[in-house]
């Protein structure tokens, strides 16, 4: 943990590097004609981030096993390690948004955990409060330090009861039971949210996690 901790550390120093480099550049170099200099000025640049890459507290908050941290318990990660804590985003984030304010971040990419939302994952099963309620502040403590969210609805994290009940995204159920997912994320969050992505990498899940049984 402590050499991760050594690596953000790595990560965030040539991210600062960066932003006061780019306070200091004057122009922007000749564009590529499918690229033009107006589109890029244009560009919203920011960060990304998963649920299960950094936000921790795994276990707490009514929160329930995906498939990830089925995998990752199971042993076939390097090390043996697992996202339980990872960068304790479940309860630092006021102080994260106060880095990325003071990088001079303004767009930032984040996941919901379906399975912190929804613990038992599908349709007509209930909505977990407390769940509601630490999305609520994340994002209203986001928005409070000038950046603004941009929302995953599904970032591989499965619940792993839907796993467990139906083999996840190839049962018919998936579809009614994401529908379900979506208009809770929508109902809750959306007068916040204006730009919400579908799925993370989608190959992904097809080719590695359904096709490969990866994870």
């Known amino acids: 943990m402590a050499h991760r901790r050594l690596q953000l550390a790595a990560v965030l120093a040539l991210a600062a590097f960066a932003v006061a480099q780019a306070r200091q ?3 922007l170099p000749d564009a590529p004609a499918m690229c033009p200099l107006e589109m890029r000025k244009n560009t919203r640049w920011g960060v990304a981030t998963a ?15 995906s498939v990830w941290d089925t995998f ?17 985003m479940y309860h630092k984030y006021p102080q994260d948004f106060k ?9 930032y990419r984040f996941s919901f955990s379906w399975n912190r939302i929804l613990p038992q994952g599908g349709k007509g ?3 977990n ?23 995953t609805i599904f970032h591989w994290d499965l619940p792993q009861v839907l796993q467990d009940k139906y ?3 190839i049962g018919e159920e998936f579809i009614a039971d994401f529908v379900n997912y979506a208009n809770v994320l929508f109902e809750n969050f959306g007068d916040r949210i204006r730009d919400w ?10 080719v590695l996690q359904v096709g490969l049984n990866g994870f």
């Open 25 to 27: 550049i004057s122009h």
């Open 51 to 65: 649920s299960y890459q950094v936000e921790g507290g795994w276990n707490l908050g009514g929160r329930t096993p």
């Open 72 to 88: 990752s318990h199971a042993g076939f990660i390097k090390n043996n390690d697992t996202g339980d804590v990872a960068c304790d």
């Open 99 to 107: 880095l990325m304010r003071e990088l001079g971040i303004k767009h």
């Open 125 to 127: 099963t209930p909505v």
């Open 129 to 151: 409060p407390e769940g509601i309620a630490f999305y609520n502040s994340l994002i209203n403590e986001m928005i409070a330090n000038n950046i603004r969210p941009y929302a």
């Open 167 to 169: 083999q996840g995204l």
């Open 197 to 206: 992505m579908t799925f993370n990498e989608p190959w992904v899940t097809c």
